[in-house]
């Protein structure tokens, strides 16, 4: 759900998304990011957790927004779901080059890896 199967494109930022990808993992987990149930989660698991998040959660909701391609479908969003949208595909537009981003992942495994004592492995 979090990435188009045809593309591999992901439709969420882990950084600017990070209060929906709390509040998603613990409507659909139950797991507090904040708890120390979370701190001792490595980064492989967390991010298999983040790969699950289902369409009925709230980052789920949005990124089926952003994800839209039909033109009817998005002819008939609410303004609000347009407003994401367009959002969306400007942001898509000025997108961060592949080694930004290997950058911000590395960034956040090694916070984990820290978080959890140990290489992040």
């Given at each position: 759900m979090m990435t188009h199967p045809a593309r591999g494109e992901s439709y969420y930022d882990l950084f600017e998304d990070w209060?929906?990808?709390?509040?998603?993992?613990?409507?659909q987990y139950g797991i507090r990011i904040y708890s120390a149930e979370f701190k001792g989660m490595k980064?492989?698991?967390?991010?298999a957790l983040i790969s699950g998040i289902g369409?009925?959660?709230?980052?789920?909701?949005?990124?089926?927004?952003?994800?839209?391609t039909d033109k009817?479908?998005?002819?008939?969003?609410?303004?609000?779901?347009?407003?994401i949208w367009r959002e969306w595909r400007n942001k898509s537009a000025?997108?961060?080059?592949?080694?930004?981003?290997?950058?911000?992942?590395?960034?956040?495994?090694?916070?984990?890896?820290?978080?959890?004592?140990?290489?992040g492995g």
């Open positions: 209060d929906l990808v709390v509040s998603s993992v613990l409507e980064w492989l698991e967390f991010s369409p009925d959660t709230a980052l789920g909701r949005i990124v089926a927004i952003r994800a839209e009817e479908v998005i002819k008939n969003f609410s303004e609000d779901q347009r407003r000025k997108q961060k080059s592949k080694e930004e981003v290997q950058n911000y992942l590395e960034m956040f495994k090694a916070a984990f890896a820290r978080m959890a004592g140990d290489g």
